[in-house]
């Protein structure tokens, strides 16, 4: 471990973190925003349910390296365009989100519906007042799971010469320097647990009923000392 090389690269190793953050982040919006009319279509109707899963699951299973080949021919962009990575993450981003929103619409009871339809609200008051919020902790946790994917398959960008922490690893493999692999894993851990803090910070604020539920859940103890029989 070259120690020297960190203290003397602290800004290009900073440089690569915002560019692997600024890569990351949008494909993590839009893979929520995308995911919930097509979750709760997906969590309503059982054809679109296996349409749309199905889709993802397919989505999914082509190699990174050949979706970062085809965008830029579909988009018409430059192969070295950030935006032809942004756009193959996005696709991760929903085919592993669609099935996380479809489940959390599919959980809110049937019965609170029900009392809602009852009480006079129309279907867009339901969903925004009863159902989104409802549906809310299970969709930031499927979102959590997309944030890690996300930071992790970024670094594949490097192949194709978009700058981010898989330069690291590019570098270190043409130059036998195991130092800079190091650093690039380190990195894009840190920066995973750092989407995932946040993440989780966020769906307590948005949801302080759900923390105050469990932290109001009875706590049972098994005696410690109890005679074992």
């Not at 549906?135 to 499927?142: D, N, Q, S, T, Y």
């Amino acid at each position: 471990m070259n120690w020297g090389w960190i203290g003397s690269n602290l800004g290009l190793i900073g440089g690569r973190v915002l560019e692997h953050l600024a890569l990351t982040a949008p494909p993590i919006v839009i893979g929520l925003v995308l995911s919930i009319p097509l979750g709760y279509w997906a969590g309503r109707s059982q054809v679109a349910r296996s349409i749309l899963l199905s889709l993802g699951g397919v989505l999914y299973t082509i190699p990174s390296i050949a979706l970062l080949v085809l965008v830029p021919v579909v988009l018409g962009l430059a192969i070295l365009d950030p935006l032809n990575l942004v756009f193959a993450l996005s696709i991760y981003a929903v085919a592993i989100m669609v099935r996380s929103a479809a489940d959390a619409f599919a959980s809110v009871p049937q019965d609170v519906l029900a009392s809602a339809t009852a009480v006079g609200f129309s279907r867009w008051q339901r969903f925004f007042a009863v159902e989104l919020p409802l549906a809310v902790p299970v969709l930031l946790a499927g979102i959590r799971v997309v944030s890690v994917s996300t930071v992790s398959l970024a670094s594949v960008g490097a192949l194709i010469g978009i700058d981010q922490l898989g330069s690291f690893f590019t570098d270190a493999f043409q130059r036998s320097f195991l130092t800079e692999a190091i650093v690039g894993i380190v990195c894009i851990l840190l920066l995973a647990a750092l989407y995932d803090v946040i993440l989780s910070r966020i769906g307590r604020a948005i949801t302080p009923w759900n923390h105050a539920r469990r932290m109001a859940a009875p706590q049972i103890y098994a005696p410690q000392d109890a005679e074992v029989l």
